[in-house]
């Protein structure tokens, strides 16, 4: 299994990026999709998760209104969006995917950086 994150990159606060992961190796539809984020000195905390047929998501107070999570089952890819990045999202961004009924995380991907500065 392979989760492969791109889209991370350094952006101004108010600005926007899209995170990709794509995924390999597992039946795409069968996992829970998730985007976790770890900043400097802190613990890994979810940001957004979308169950595996796309029917619901859940995002991080912190985040709400602002980030956006999908999945594009043709393409075995999940996607976030960020919109109004603030400071404070500055992280390693993280794809994770596990199977529904299951608590922990089967899967992580590499992790993609995400700066957020002026």
């Known amino acids: 299994v392979q989760l492969v994150e791109s889209g991370g990159g350094s952006v101004q606060p108010g600005g926007s990026l899209r995170l990709s992961c794509a995924a390999s190796?597992?039946?795409?539809?069968?996992?829970?999709m998730s985007w976790y984020r770890q900043a400097p000195g802190k613990e890994r905390e979810l940001v957004a998760n979308?169950?595996?047929?796309?029917?619901?998501?859940n995002y991080a107070d912190s985040v709400k209104g602002r980030f956006t999570i999908s999945r594009d089952y043709g393409k075995n890819t999940v996607f976030l969006q960020m919109n109004s990045l603030k400071l404070e999202d500055t992280a390693v961004y993280y794809c994770?995917?596990?199977?529904?009924?299951?608590?922990?995380?089967?899967?992580w991907g590499q992790g993609t950086q995400v700066t957020v500065s002026s």
């Open positions: 979308i169950s595996s047929n796309g029917g619901s998501t």
């Open positions: 994770a995917a596990r199977r529904p009924w299951l608590v922990t995380t089967e899967y």
């Open positions: 190796g597992l039946t795409f539809s069968w996992y829970v």
